[in-house]
């Protein structure tokens, strides 16, 4: 395991490993959350406050970590209620 690896599974150590999620909770999770999302530019649609308002619309928003990168699953409103998936990082397999 490489050390860009092991850094990034240990700033998302507090997520259960692809394919387990759970529910991100708005008190706990947000500090480690932000802290993460951080390291990249700024965008507003994935910021912690974003994802709570628009993707947890179902109220079904789960997180997990996969190779580093942060995975969000959700009901996408927007599509007839398709699942949808969206994944934050930078990291490849």
Partial sequence: MSLTRRTARRDLGWLPAFPAFRRLDLEADRERYNAFF????????????????????????????????????????????????SVLGSHTA
């Fill in 38 to 85: 951080a390291q990249f530019p700024p965008y507003a649609d994935f910021s912690f406050g974003s994802i709570h308002i628009w993707l947890d619309a179902a109220d079904d928003l789960v997180a997990c970590e996969l190779d580093g990168n942060l995975v969000l699953r959700f009901t996408d409103v927007f599509r007839d209620g398709q699942l949808a998936l």
